[in-house]
């Protein structure tokens, strides 16, 4: 079997935790497995670069922030060879160029194009492990590029795929895919499999369990993950086309606390505008999440929407320089807020479902600001400083605890 | 004009540094020059990093410790092109796989082959600063390499060969060459010029001023070398050919005490064992410095000489592990010695200079371990204990002083 195991920044924070990955990793090496093993930096590297970035310049620009964010991985993954090492088994760490990880050229925001599978199997063939930083790759210009906070998972999940791996495991702090946040809920109930669309729902909507595109690409090439714990041996979730629905019409409750909310207020009633706000956010890599757009009032209307946190202040300074193109009065936005979901397939064939969240929330007196749906998620906007309490009232009002 | 300007690790250390060194290379940037910046790994970094390495594994593969170290010079890279951002002024970092830098395979201490300057100067013609990692290349498996401790100098004095380069400016923590270390010898002289032969001395004997192979190749390539602080303006030292040699039968004292004595007792005396003794040595990358060879008595004789004290564990355990095949009776070692030398063109051509080299230290009751002279250098091994003494005699004894 070929197996590619991606482990994240605190599975591999310190000496022992970076033995115990290596230990791990030798057991299927033993049997005869190939194995390939994706890291992220070290524990909170990848912060403290960042913000030794910010100490020159507050705002750095994106390829040399990515030339500087890059060598996370490449300690993590130096490491956990010479871990190997000590162990006794033969292994080797590559970086993006070396196994020439191709992406686009989005600065801070690539996305994988392929990858040269070359080297990897020439090592592989040799009963190496096979160390690969996660997170990063190379574009034309043969610069260093990363994909996006998260983007190990996205890493493990493309070369599972380009090396038609058996099984592509991801380990995690928690140990699977949980009804609930555990730490939020204390009786949420972990499940044993989850389809890629519920997952996608999850991982957009703040359960930060898996990357949203890694789950995407593991979709779209039909990688099974497995979502696992690097701490225990319980067996996690697996993610995987047509997972058994346990018979739930909701199978968790995710809450994102990396939201906030931007209005722009008295834009004139023409078709196009809604275009330029959003094209301006999107060639500026802003993703734009829920979108609200008021009733036009005789020629003027408003159009609201929510960004990541961590964007609000990029979004804002775009859309104030744009202000009269997009003909707008005023422009407010508002950061103490949460999106709260429940996510389940199948649920909107449930007309009850929507109403059962909203009697809780009232029942909780959360006030809900804005409402979006999919065909397997409800989402409801509300005050940060209510959300952990809707989280719970949520999860007990569709009894997924344990 | 193209000018290439190398800082250490102690020139970009924080933040203040990392600006004062953009602020200095701007200069010549706004005056038309084309810049070419080579940087170390900021302050203790490397040390750092291969402490990190030793926390895991005692014995890390010297191919997966260059993985590693080659990351402490992207970062102060990266971070210097930040400042350049914040000061206004386009620049870009390039680290070795991007500028094709490549060396032999030798991993820890590589040898530089060849450079493809074509990025660079792409760069350059765009009005760019460019940023490039000292220290580090890439070799025939598009692996990292280190060039072994100072190799930013060769760096950045292959790049001013290959590049053609006007000038090529080493800046450090000194502001030049000294007749001795101005720490040791207060009143020491600094040298407005020295030849590359000189400068070979100063650089091998510890003088920690400029690398000693950026020397060979500046010498090998003709790059006219400054040496200058990067914290003064105070103009620095010229390292050229046929630097005139200001009367002077002895340009400076030289402490090293990274060094080590090993005695190999009672080899056979027949055709073969010192080539057997210095191959396993050579052929482990371990330098050997002074050899003093005793005259065989009977069929018996001893071989003494001097290595790094970093190579001392290294050298010992390869010697002892072939001490049947070098025919040893016996090997010790002894680490506390230094050795001390002065360094001068043309000085052989009066014999006085070592009688008076010796007189002083005989007057200093310095006891002398071993001697080995060259056409510009004597050098004595003493005991570490007496090193700085025996400095500041000689120093004396020449009339080095201001």
């Known amino acids: 079997m070929l197996i590619v195991k991606k482990f994240g920044g605190s599975s591999v924070a310190d000496k022992d935790k970076i033995f115990n990955v290596a230990r791990r990793c030798m057991e299927d090496y033993e049997k005869g497995h190939q194995?390939?093993?994706?890291?992220?930096?070290m524990g909170k590297t990848?912060?403290?670069l960042i913000a030794k970035a910010h100490e020159i310049d507050p705002n750095?620009?994106?390829?040399?922030?990515?030339?500087?964010?890059?060598?996370?991985?490449?300690?993590?993954v130096s490491l956990m060879a010479m871990a190997f090492h000590v162990l006794g088994v033969p292994a080797i760490s590559l970086n993006a160029a070396q196994v020439a990880?191709?992406?686009?050229?989005?600065?801070?925001?690539?996305?994988?194009?392929?990858i040269n599978t070359e080297r990897i199997r020439h090592e592989l063939e040799n009963r190496k492990i096979v160390i690969i930083t996660g997170f990063q790759g190379i574009n034309k210009y043969e610069d260093m590029t990363t994909l996006g906070r998260g983007g190990s998972d996205t890493t493990a999940v493309a070369l599972a795929a380009a090396l038609h791996a058996d099984a592509c495991e991801i380990y995690t702090d928690v140990d699977g895919?949980?009804?609930?946040?555990?730490?939020?809920?204390?009786?949420?109930?972990?499940?044993?499999?989850?389809?890629?669309?519920?997952?996608?729902?999850?991982?957009s909507l703040g359960a930060k369990v898996l990357h949203n595109r890694s789950v995407e690409m593991a979709k779209k090439y039909g990688v099974q993950l497995?979502?696992?714990?690097?701490?225990?041996?319980?067996?996690?979730?697996?993610?995987?086309?047509?997972?058994?629905?346990?018979?739930?019409?909701?199978?968790?409750?995710?809450?994102?606390?990396?939201?906030?909310?931007?209005?722009?207020?008295?834009?004139?009633?023409?078709?196009?505008?809604?275009?330029?706000i959003f094209n301006i956010l999107a060639r500026n890599h802003v993703n734009v999440d829920i979108i609200i757009q008021s009733v036009g009032r005789e020629d003027r209307k408003d159009i609201s929407f929510t960004v990541a946190r961590t964007?609000?202040?990029?979004?804002?300074?775009?859309?104030?320089?744009?202000?009269?193109?997009?003909?707008?009065?005023?422009?407010?936005?508002?950061?103490?807020?949460?999106?709260?979901?429940?996510?389940?397939?199948?649920?909107?064939?449930?007309?009850?479902?929507?109403?059962?969240?909203?009697?809780?929330?009232?029942?909780?007196?959360?006030?809900?600001?804005?409402?979006a749906t999919s065909e397997i998620?409800?989402?409801?906007?509300i005050d940060e400083a209510d959300a952990n309490r809707a989280v719970r009232t949520v999860h007990d009002a569709f009894d997924l605890a344990d």
């Open 311 to 371: 964007d609000l202040l990029e979004a804002m300074t775009l859309l104030n320089e744009n202000k009269a193109a997009i003909t707008a009065q005023d422009i407010t936005c508002e950061e103490g807020v949460a999106k709260v979901s429940i996510i389940g397939a199948g649920m909107l064939s449930n007309p009850g479902v929507a109403a059962k969240m909203f009697e809780a929330l009232y029942s909780a007196n959360v006030n809900i600001k804005m409402i």
């Open 101 to 114: 990880m191709r992406t686009t050229s989005a600065y801070g925001t690539a996305k994988l194009k392929r």
């Open 60 to 76: 750095p620009p994106k390829r040399e922030l990515d030339m500087l964010l890059v060598t996370g991985e490449q300690v993590s």
């Open 377 to 381: 998620r409800i989402t409801v906007l």
């Open 35 to 41: 194995v390939v093993v994706v890291l992220s930096a």
């Open 226 to 276: 497995v979502v696992l714990s690097s701490l225990t041996r319980a067996e996690g979730t697996v993610v995987k086309e047509g997972a058994k629905m346990e018979r739930m019409l909701v199978s968790g409750v995710a809450v994102d606390k990396n939201t906030a909310r931007i209005s722009v207020i008295g834009v004139k009633n023409e078709p196009g505008i809604a275009f330029k």
């Open 46 to 48: 990848t912060d403290g």
């Open 177 to 203: 895919v949980y009804t609930a946040d555990p730490h939020l809920v204390p009786n949420a109930r972990k499940l044993s499999e989850v389809s890629y669309d519920e997952m996608l729902e999850f991982a």
